[in-house]
C-alpha cells in the first residue's frame, strides 16, 4: 500500500466523519423545523437568525453537561454502548459511494472508503451490529424502561433483519454483485433497479419499510416510545454519551438513505455533476421522508410490527424472491 | 348582543355527531380484510397529504411569547391593581379590610390607623401573589371598585412567597389625572342597567 | 315577685312579675328588636323598636311589665311597617361608608336595617354639620349617632359617671307632611332623634370622668369609638379570647380581641377588649389595661438554671395574688414538699379576717355577692374606697340605687364626689379612719333584730341613745280670711263701685315646737348630722325589702380586724343584710384558700411579680420571665365567690411556674392540670380546667367556671368588745394607701392607655389648702417611714384625705403605713 493512498483514505475517514456529526446536527435543526412547519409553528426561532444557532446551543450543551452514570449500573458496559451505535453507523459508511469519483488537482478521488466487494453484506452486517448499543445500553442501566427498550429492540431486530435481508436478495441476484459500485453501474446501463423490474420495486418498498425500522423512526419508534418507555435505553443517559446515540441515529438515517438511492434509486448515474446531484437530492428527499413520516403517522405497537415483518413483509420477500429466481431462471 | 345562547341551558342532542366506528374484525379473514382494505384505500398517504399541505400553506400559528404577547381578554385576572377616582385622583381604597376577609387563601393583609384628617388610611396593603389564586373574590367584594384585576399576568418571582405592595398597585397619579386609567369590565365591577336595578331614594334639598 | 304566665307568640312562658315583657322573652330565646334597651339599666324609649302587641294594645316591650295571662305577638303588620320606617329614619342621613366604620360586621344598624328589610328610602331632611368630636380617650363621630342614649343610659345607671347627656343638634324641622304619611312611632321617634346628639354633661370639650369606656363598649353603631381603637382594625378580624380580667377581685368577663400585629409581624395582638356589656360592665383598667403581657420572652436556661439554684437556696417564697389559683396551688404544694414559707401579707390579713369572720358566722365565706347588690334596694358600703377598690361593687352600688329606686349609706373618711353624684338615693357618711367599728355597731343597732341580738349587745347599743327635748320649728299653713276691697261693676247700675268682699287664703306660719327625740351617739361619733341623717332614713328606708352590705380592705387591715370581723358576722346574722367583701387584690381570695400563709420570713426568698433576693416576674424586670395572667391560662377566684377561668390570649416563649415545679420534682404537664386539685375542703370543686364554661345565658345566668362552696365551720361565741372612743385619726394631713380608679397593681401600670401617674392624690381644695400645685415633688414623712411623692391633682376625691398610690412597686409607699389603709403624716414641698 503506498502512503497516498492511506492518506487519501484517512482524509476520507475524517471528512466522512465531520461531515455526517454535523449533518445529524443539521438533521435535528431540519427535522424540527419540518415538523414544526407541518404542525404550523415556527419550530427554533430563537437561537440565531431563524434559529440556526440552534445546533450549536444544543452541542454546547451537550458536550458541557454532566456525564452521569448511576449507581447501579453495569459501568464498563454503559459507557461503551452509545460508543457502538455512533462508532458502527459510521463504519457502515466506509462502504458507501457518496459521490462519482472526481478530479481535483490531477488527482483523482474515489469518494469511497473502502471498495469492498461484499460492501452491501459489510454494511448490513455492521449495521446490524449497531443493535448493540441500544440493547446493552438498555440491559445495563439498571433502570425498567431501559430493559423493556432492549427487549423490545433485540425482538424487533431479529423481525426486520429478516426483510431487510431477502429484499436485498433481489437486487443482488439481478445484479450479481455485492459491490455497491457494481450496483451502481448496473443502474447506470440498465435503469434504476425500482423501476427496471417490478420484482425490484417490491423490494425497494420492503427494504423501505425495514429500513423505518432498522433506524428506529415512526412509526416503528418503538425502542424509545416517549410515552410508554420514557427515551427507552436512554433515559438513563446525559450529555454526550446521550448526544453519541443521537448522532448514531442520525448517521444511520442518512446512510440508509444513500444505501436505498445507491441499490434502488440508479446511485448517481454516470457519474456527472447532474449524477452526483442527483444522488444527494435522492438521499435529501428519503431524509425528508424520515421526518414526514414522523409528522404524519402514529407509532405501532411492537407485536403489530412483528406481525407486519414476520406474516406480511416475508413471505412477500421471499415470494418475491422466488418470482424473481424463476424470472431469472428463463 | 342576544343572551338566547347562553340562557338556554336545554342541552339536548340536537347537535351531537355520532362517528361512525366500525365493529372490531372477529375472524382472521375480516382482519384480512380489514389489512387490506386500509393498506391499499391509502389511508397513509392521507396523513402525509395533510401534513405537507399544512406546511406548504405555511399558515404559522406560533405567538412568539417574549415578543408577542396576545392581547388579554378584559374580564382577565391578573396581577391587582389599585383604581384612583377619576377626578381627584385619590386612591378609591378605604382601607374596609372586606378583601382581607373574603381572600380564601388569605395573602391580602393591610395595616390601617386614622389619619391627621380623621379618615382611616391604609398605611401598608401587600398581596402574597405566591399564594394569591387569582380568583377575584377581591375584586368582586371591594365596594369602592378600588382593587381590580390588571393585565399584567407574568409574575415570575425568585421565590415563592411574592409580595406585592399598595404602590406597586396603586394607578400612577399623572395616568389617573389624564383620564389613561381603564375602568375593570371584570368581577365585581358596575355592570350595564346597573341604574335601573337600584331603587330611587327622595332628595328633598 | 311571684311568677306568672304570659304568653308570647303562642308559647307560654315562665317570668317574674313585673318583669319587662323584652327581658321576659330574651330569657326564653324569643327574638324582639331593641336597640336603646341594656338589660340592667332603665328603658330609655328612644327607639320605640321593640313594640309588641300586649293584649290587643301596642306596648314597648323594654318597659311593659309582665302580667299574669297576657298574651303578647311580637310581630303585627301595624307593628312591621313600624319597624320599618324606624329603621328607614334610622337610616335617614347616615353615612353609607360602612367599609370605613369601626362598628361594621358588629353594628346593630346594619343588622337591622337588612332584618326589617330597608332597601329604599322614603324619608329625607337636610343634614346639619355634626363635627367629629375628640373627647380624650373616646372619639364621638355624632354623624353615624343613632341617639339612642345607650352610653347615656348605661352612663348613668350603671357606671354612676353621669358624663354624657343629649345636647340640641340644632337642624330644622321634620317636614310637615311626613306627620301625616308617616306611622305614629316612627314620626315620634324621628322627632326626638332629629332634635339631639350626645354631648358631655360637663359642657366642656374634655371627657371628665371615671374612663371606663363602657359608652363606647354598649355604642350599637361606630358613633362612640376607643380613641386608641379608631380605625385600626375591622370586628370580625380579630378573635375573640374569653378570659378573665385579672386587674381586681371583681373578675370581670371579657373577651380579649386579638390578631396579627401588622403586615409585617405575625404575632398576635390585643387590639381591644370586649364584654357582654347586657351582664357585666368593665371598668377602665379591665377595657383599656389589656396589653400588659411580658413581651419577647425566651426561653433562657442560664436563669432557669439560677432560677432551681435559688429555689434549692431558698426558704421563703414572696408573692402578691396576682396568680391563678393553680399558680398558688403550685407555691402550696412546694411548700408541703420543702417547707417554704409563703409569704404574702395582703392575703394573710384577709385570710385571717375571714377566720375571725367564719368563728361567729359559722361559714367560712361570706354569704353575698354583687349580683345581689345589684338587686338589693338597699345598700351600704363601708371600709372601701369603693371606685377604686373594685369597680364592679361601686356599679352594683349605684345601679341598687338607681334601678331598684333604692338607697345607699357610704360610710368612709374620704370623701368621694362620683359616689355624692349619684344622687339623693346616696347618704354620704364621712366619719374619721379608725372609727369602723361604729359604723358597724350603727348597723346593728339600725336594722339588727333586737329580739335576737345577744343580749349584752343589745344593752351596749341602748347605751348610746338618749332622748332629747329639741324646739322643732315647723312650717305650718294657716287659714286667714281677709276682707277686701273690690271695684265691681253694678251689673244694674252699671257703674262701679267698691264691695267688701271676704277672701279666705292659706298663709304661711312658722311654729315652734317641743319635740322629744331620741339622739344616738354614734352618729355623733361618725360625725353625722343627725338631722339630715333622720331625714334621710325616713324617707329613704319605705318599703326596702333586700339589702347588701359592701365590705372593703380598710377592715382588714384595722388595728381590731378581729373585732371587726366579728361584727360583720353579728350584721349578717341578726340584719337582712347580705354581706360582701372585697378582697384587697385579684386573687386574694383564691390565694387565702389555696396557700397556707407565713407571717415570718426565713433568711433568702424568691419573689414572685414581688421583690425578693431571686425574683420570677411576669412584669420582665424580674431574674426570670413569668406569664403575665393573658398569656396564660388558669382560674381566678373572683369576689362572686366563683372560680373564672381565663385563657391565654398571646403567646408566651418562656418558662412557667409549673416548668420549675417539675423541676423540682412535682409532676404535671401543664399548670392547669393542677385546677382539678384544687383543695375540695376550701370549698373548690374537682373539675378539669377545660370543662369550665365561660359564658352569660341569654337571660344573664353567669355559666363561668363554677361557684365556691360556702362551707360550713364551727362557730364559737358572739363577744364583741366594745368601741374605743378615743381612738381615731384626727390632723390635716391624712394619708390613704388609695389607687386612682384605673390602677390596681403594677400589671395595670404597663398598658399604655392607663396613663395615671404614681404619687399622692390631693382634691383640688386640698391643693389650694395645702398652697402645693400638681406636679410638686413632696417628702411625706409618717411614723414609720418617708417618702418623696408626686403631687397629682385628682377632682375624683374631695376633702382633706390624701391618697397615696401603691401599684408602682418602685415607690415603696408601703413602708409610711403601719397595716391601716390610714395614716397621719406630715409633708413638705421639695425643691
Redesign the interface.
Known sequence: MDTAFIIETLVKIVVVLLVFSALAGFGTYFERK?L???????GP?HVGPYGLLQIAADGIKLFTKEDIVPAGVVGPIFKIAPVITAATAFMAAAAIPFLPEFTIFGYTVHPIIADVNIGILYILGVMAIGLYGPLLGGMASNNKWSLISAARGAAIFISYEVVTGLSLLVPLMIVGSLSLLDFNEYQAANGWMAFAHPMGFVSFILFWIAAFAETGRTPFHLVANDHEIIDGFGTEYSGMRWGLFFIGEYANMFFISFVMAIIFLGGYGDGTVMGALGLLLKVAFFFFFFL??R???PDVRPDQLMWLCWK?LMPLAVVNVVITGIVMMF | MSLEQFTDRNVGQQHYFKVEIDDYPQTGWEKFKQVTRRALSGELFVGLWVVMREMIKFDIHTVQYPKEKLPIGPRYRAVHEMQRLFESGTERCIGCGLCEKICISDCIRMDTRIDENSRKEVTEYTINLGRCIFCGYCAEVCPELAIVHGPRYENTSEQREHFILFEDMLTPIDMAIKGEQKEYPGFGAVTPHEDARVKKTPLAY | MSKVNITIDGRSVECEEGEFILNAARANGIFIPAICYLTRCSPTLACRICLVEADGKQVYACNAKAKEGMNISTTTDNIETERRSIMEVYDVNHPLQCGVCDQSGECELQNYTLEMGVDSQHYTIADVERPIKDWGHLHYDPGLCIVCERCVTVCKDMIGDNSLKTVPRGGGPIDAEFKESMPKDAYAMWNKLNKSVIGLTSGEEMLDCTSCGECAAVCPVGALVDTDFVYTTNAWEQQKIPATCSHCSAGCQLNYEVKHTSVESNDEKIYRTSNEWNYVSLCGAGRYGYDFENRDVQKDEAAFTAALEAFEKADTIRFTSTISNEEALILQKLKEKSGYRLINEEARTFKAFLDDYAKVSGQQLYGGDLKGAHDANFVVSVGTALKSDNPNARYAFNNAIKMNKGAGLYFHPLKDPVIEGIGKGVFPAYHKPLREEVVLYLMLDLFGDKEKLPSEITEYLASFHSLKTVTVEETIKEKVVEKVMVKKVNEETGEEEEVEEEKTKMVPKKVSKEVEVDENRLLELLDIDADKWTAFMDKNLKKKDSFALIAGPDLYTHPNSKNLARLLALVEKYTAFELTMIPPLTNTLGVALICDLDSEAGSYSIGYNTKGDFTLSALGDGDLDMPAMNQQEGTLTSIEKRVNPTNAALAYGGYVLNDIANALGLSARYTIDYTEQLPTGAGFHAEAFDNLPNRFENDGTEVRGYALENLAVAAGDEAVEKIDESLALEGDHIIYAANPVRQFTAFTMKPHQLTEPAGIYLSPAQLEAMELAAGDEVRVKSATGEQSLHVVEDNKIDGSVMCVTTFDPNIKTEELFEAYRFTTASMHKEG
Open positions: 419540518v414544526a412547519f407541518m404542525q404550523r409553528r415556527l426561532m414526514w413520516t409528522a404524519a403517522w406480511v
